[in-house]
């Protein structure tokens, strides 16, 4: 079985600061991972890159088998990001942010796959509650939603 995440070879640099220096790591399917480090280590700059939001200047990224460059749409269907900072819109009710985030990615009237996300998170009861109205818990579930 090939790894969920590949990294190999992955460098970046931001002018004269190396942020990331030839970084090599597989995680397995079903695998559960830290990434840790000091303030300034290349986490975030990682985590970007693997999201396709910094492209790296060498290297190579893989999200269940797809190339986070080439493969870019497969890749992001397979990956989500929880941002470090909350992020969300506070007028939209869960289950709104929820197909708004879908037709990023280009998903249409998938309303019984948004239950079953909603059902496995335990959201079902805030589905239609404001994002604001939510305790900080349950925003950062419907944030991995």
């Keep these: ?15 004269s600061l190396q942020a990331l220096a030839g970084v090599d790591l ?18 975030t700059t990682l985590i970007s890159s693997l999201a396709g939001l910094a492209r790296p ?15 870019y749409r497969a890749a992001r269907m397979a990956l989500g990001v929880v941002p470090q900072e909350l992020v969300f ?7 709104e942010m929820l197909v708004l985030q879908s037709g990023y990615f280009g998903l249409k ?14 959201l ?3 589905a239609n509650a404001n994002m604001r109205m939510l305790s ?5 579930r419907a944030l991995v939603a």
């Design 1 to 15: 079985m090939s790894p969920a995440i590949r990294i190999a070879g992955v460098t970046k640099r931001f002018r």
């Design 26 to 43: 597989d995680i397995a399917q079903g695998e559960f991972f830290g990434l840790l480090g000091p303030n300034g280590a290349g986490k």
């Design 57 to 71: 200047d060498s290297g190579t990224l893989e999200v269940m088998g797809h190339d986070v460059v080439r493969d």
């Design 89 to 95: 819109d506070p007028f939209f009710t869960v289950r």
């Design 109 to 122: 009237k998938n309303d019984a796959w948004i239950d079953e996300i909603l059902h496995h998170l335990d």
């Design 124 to 126: 079902t009861s805030k």
């Design 136 to 140: 900080g818990g349950m925003k950062r």
